[in-house]
Structure formats: structure tokens, C-alpha cells
């Protein structure tokens, strides 16, 4: 019998589910594999017997964590799939924070409407999270990947090594290096001009040092940077990327700025450890 | 000696690249960098580069390659070898020693068709370095200029290519130029040897160390945690010493399956002993956790280990792994320096 699979999402743009839809007709040879049960995007039927729960989105309201428990209770395999569940994600730049100023700036005078944590949570810091697809959004073939390795039983084989593994291996020119930039002059500061904007910013810098690889070091590849849309490596050595950073010019509160695009919330489970 | 005019040496290449068979490549700039690639015109090669971002290894055992392609309902298995004949233009010295030092790893013990064949259908036309990087310590490695490993050997000397022909897949692959090569005049066999003789005043001064010494210091340094831990503090674990390194060939191998689940590739990459991964076997064991303990078995294999298994030092002083690491703790000359004023 095939495994019966069922999609949920919480706070997160489903941009993740989003991705598997457009699998097109491999969505047609995944459908050989595996039941699908449950996926607003896709289809309307719905049902609470499934095997598999794929949870995309962050945990941010008492009720999302309860519908999230009811999810881990009916489902034996339980995936994060995408950035907001697996670490936290874009939800958690909020978590550094006052929530109250970030609702009101939000809601407005509805502000007070709004049950929101003060902190935005990936879905393991709520239940038991088997496996995870990072990325924002997940790349397509690593989503194949894990789905195929759990109806063999078998252990997705994710990354643990940071993107600048299969950046080299792309033959890219370091980021750091672009422009002319030469990371032996120390505190080069450089500025580059935001592409399609009048924006110049200091750059480019870039966080493959200390995010996990799997995405084919992509963004690089088409010219611009890495911004750690798969999170931390699990052992990142965070002091030798700031000291990288700061190398090239940005401040503290710059190099911070950049971790919490999407590290939030590992960045503060990392402090209580 | 062969010489060629620079203008007959470009129509050569165009030649080549319109008419030969086999795949022209070249090293080509990237951004500020340089790289090899498919050359689709002669304007496009820049033999005065300093130093490519990889290594020509690359063309031998590719960073993805497929090994085996099988199917599951069916049984199968069929060994594959996607093998690409090449002309690569432009191979300074020291990535001609690491190509025959790899040549000796391939062939020894089990002999890896995949890369052997690669190599067989392939020529090498090495350049003498006009330009030389600031890091690498090439001469010091002894790999600055090279007696053999190339088919063929290009120096400038002004309007003219002299042309050093090292095998017979070399001079045929000159044949192709027809009439537009001579013999070297003996003013232009002075110029390079005198080339040669000039090169190493080009490279940092700094190195104190003779390659020789290096598999005895390493050993007096093998037990030294601190020195490892100390120099190893910065360390991203990101693989870059590993992956930019013309001698390294470590590789890993995994099976892709079809979406169908019915058949799939065995694959290799490329894999490095800096990542944390390289030395964990099953049960969740891993036989060089610390970083320290990886980054002391790069430097072992490099001055060590190869020299103890084939008498060659594994590194060929290219610079490459301390141009491109980000923290700025892989250059060599460095803890080798710093080793011998630890015991003198």
C-alpha cells in the first residue's frame, strides 16, 4: 500500500508546497509512489488518516501549536519542509523584536486583535520533527530526494557541509572577490550598486560560509549571494565569519542584521545552549 | 625547440577549435579570476593568467560524474565513462607535477578507469608562468618549470611562442599548425632557458623551509594539539583547501534514484577531509570530529603521507588553497614556516 501523504501549512507563505505543485509531471510520477491526502493547493479532498505530514510554515499562536500536536499525533513520519518550519525562518527576524511595536506596525489600531507568541517557532521547538527540507523556498530535487528515501525507508541524505562546498565545486568566483575585492586588504570597504535600484549598499557579502549547502550554491551561481535561506550547518563557526565579515568592512550590527534574515531563531537556541 | 608567431599560434587554436574533434579548452577570465573552459574563439585565451580558481583536475575526475547506471526491475547494471577527449591550453608547471602525481594515484593498486581514460584522451599544453600569483610558493615546491608531463610546453618570448614538445601526442597535435612552426632559433632557446632561470624571483620570499624537510617536521609536529587547535581556531569546515587543491582526490559515492524508483546513477563527488563528515563510518563514529584533527590530517597528507606512499611532496605550492580561504588560515608557507622556527 502506498504511503498516504498529507500537506499543512501555518505561518508561512506556502511558497514550499507551492514548489512541489510546480513538480509538474513529476508530481505525476510522485503520485506512483505515494497517496496524497491532504493539499489545499492541489486538491480539495481532506482527510485525517496519512502517513506522512509535511508542516511548512512557522508555529506562532497557541492555535497553531495545537492543530500542529493533532498533525503529530495522527502522522508517523512528521517533515518540516521549508525554512519557517525547519529553523524559524523570515517569521523570526520579529523574535529580536518588541512584539508590540511589530504589531501595531503591522495591524495598526487592529493591533490588539492579534494572539500572536512573541516569538515565531519552528515546528520542532513544539513537537518531535523527524526530517527536515530547508530552503526558501525547498529545492525541488531535494524534496524528491527525502520522499523517495522514506518510501524506501531509507535516511535522507542532507547536507551538513555549508555552501561554499558546492560553490567551489560550481567554479564560482568568491563573492567576497567580486568587484576586484581582495580579502587580503583588510577592511576593504567596498560599495556596489543594488541591482535594478538606485540602492548602493556595502558588498557583497555572503553567508555560505555558515549555511547549509544542498541548494547548489544557486544564488551564487546567477550572480548574487548567499542570505542562509537553509539555515545554519549544525557546528558553524560563527566567530570566523564574523571575523570574515568584519574583514571586509560591515559593523557588528550589520553582520547581525544579516543573521537574523533567517537565522533567528537558531541564533538564540544556539546563546541557551 | 619548436617557436610559432603569436598570430599564426591564435589561427592555430581557432583551427583547432573549428576542426578538431576532440573539445578545445582554455584558460578564460572570470570576473577578477581566471578559469578553464571551453574556448569557443582564440581571443578569448589569456595564457599570461596567474592562477586558475580549480584546477585542471577537474576535466579528469569532474566535480559530479556518473560511474554506474542501473535498473532495479530489470537487474542491470551498466558501467559508464563519459569521457570527453580534450585539448587543454594553458596548464602551468606545478598543476603538470599534480596531474602526474595523480596519474600515480589512479594507477596504483586498483587502477580507476574513469579518470585513467579521461587523461589517455587528453592533451596537455602547458604554458611557462608569465604571471605568478601572490601566494603561490611554486618554486620553492621546485614546481615553477617542468622537464616532462606535458605534451606540449609554450613559453612567450615576445612576438613568438617558443614550443618545448614533450610527446608524440604533442607533436602531432603541431602537426596541425602545418608550415607556421619552425625550429627554434638559438637566440630564442637562450630566451627561455634564460625565462626559466629569471622565474623565481617572481615568488613571495617568504618560505624558510625546504620540501625536503617537511615529512620530518610534520612527524615532530604530529602530537602538538595545541599548535593544530591554534591554527585551526578560524576554520569554517567549508572544504575550500580541499576542493581548490590540484592533489586532492578524495570522492564520495552515492546512488540517485529515478523518481521512479526503478532505476538510477551511482554517482561520485568530489568530497575533502575538512568537512566534518569525510572520516564518520557507521554507527555514528567519527574518527576526526575536531576540527584541529582535520585540519592536521590535510597538512600530513600533503607533506607526509604521499611522500611516505609515492615520494612525492603533495603540494605543488600553487597557492590556491591560500588565496581562497576565507579566514585566511590555509597558506602553507605559513605553518611550514612556523614549524621550522619551532624546532631550529
Known sequence: MKPRVAFFDFAGCEGDQLQVANLEERLLDLLELVEVVNFREVISQKSDDYDIAFIEGSIATDHDAERLEEVRENADVLVALGSCAAIGGINSIRNSQDPKEVEERVYGDDADKIEAWD???????????????????IDQDEFVHVVESLVQGKEPKIPTYPVCVECKMNENVCVFSRNGGDKNVSSAKREVQVPGSQK??????????????GCDSKCVNEGTTCWGCR?????????????VLDKYGLTVEEVLNKFNLYFGWQQEERKNE | MKAIDKSDFS?????LIEDDDREVVGVQKKDSKFAFDPLYESDDLRLDYDTTILPPKKYFMPQRETLIEYNIEKGETTPVNRVVPRIILGVHPYDLVAIGQMDKVFEDTHEDPYYLEKRRQSVLVGVNMENVSDKSFASTMGTATIDSGYDLMLTDIGDRYAIEV????????????????????????????QFKEDLPEKFRSDPEFDPFELPSLLKEYYDNDEFWEENSEDCLSCGTCNLVCPTCYCFDVKDVNDISLSEG??????DGCMLEEFAEVAGDE?????????YRHRYMRKGRYMYNRFGDIACVGCGRCSEQCLPDIADPVDIFNQMKEGTS
Open chain 1, 119 to 137: 516569538k515565531a517557532k519552528p515546528a520542532d521547538a513544539v513537537v518531535d520533527v523527524d526530517h527536515y527540507i530547508y530552503g526558501c523556498p
Open chain 1, 200 to 213: 548602493v549598499e556595502k558588498g557583497p557579502f555572503c553567508l555560505g560560509p555558515v549555511t547549509r549547502a
Open chain 1, 231 to 243: 539555515g545554519l550547518v549544525d557546528n558553524p563557526n560563527q566567530n570566523a565569519h564574523k571575523k
Open chain 2, 11 to 15: 589561427e592555430f587554436v581557432d583551427n
Open chain 2, 166 to 193: 614533450g610527446s608524440s601526442k604533442g607533436s602531432s597535435l603541431l602537426e596541425q599548425a602545418g608550415a607556421a612552426v619552425d625550429d627554434a632559433k638559438p637566440e630564442e632557446i637562450r630566451k627561455v632557458k
Open chain 2, 265 to 270: 546513477e551511482r554517482m561520485r563527488t568530489w
Open chain 2, 286 to 294: 567519527n574518527f576526526r570530529e575536531e576540527k584541529a584533527a582535520r
